[in-house]
Nanobody, 121 residues
């Protein structure tokens, strides 16, 4: 059974940084794509960043240049480095594992439980 366990969320001031981590278990980590979604109160869940098994990355426009997704296949972990955070980044962030298809479409197989990120002064 696949498990995705997030950590690293919390409270941060505007302009600050956080790094989210997600430890995956249950199947061969290196062959699957990984992604981070977020859901803010009253808003739809959105895909923030994804990374293929080969290391190719994609970002939603609002986080480009501020967030970086990376993966450590030796330790079955995916990261989301978040810099220059703003209150608009406040949300529950979910780690996901899935597959990418042609044109870069990312399909989720499994979800983590989520971790809260709150950006406030």
């Amino acid at each position: 059974q696949v498990q995705l366990v997030e950590s690293g969320g919390g409270l941060v001031q505007p302009g600050g940084s956080l790094r989210l981590s997600c430890l995956a278990s249950g199947r061969i980590f290196s062959v699957y794509a990984m992604g981070w979604y977020r859901q803010a109160p009253g808003k739809q869940r959105e895909l923030v960043a994804s990374i293929t098994s080969g290391g190719n990355t994609k970002y939603v426009h609002s986080v480009k240049g501020r967030f970086t997704i990376s993966r450590d296949n030796a330790n079955n972990t995916v990261y989301l480095q978040m810099n220059s955070l703003s209150p608009e980044d406040t949300a529950v962030y979910y780690c996901t594992q899935g597959r990418t298809y042609k044109l870069g479409t990312y399909i989720v197989d499994y979800w983590g439980q989520g971790t809260q990120v709150t950006v406030t002064s």
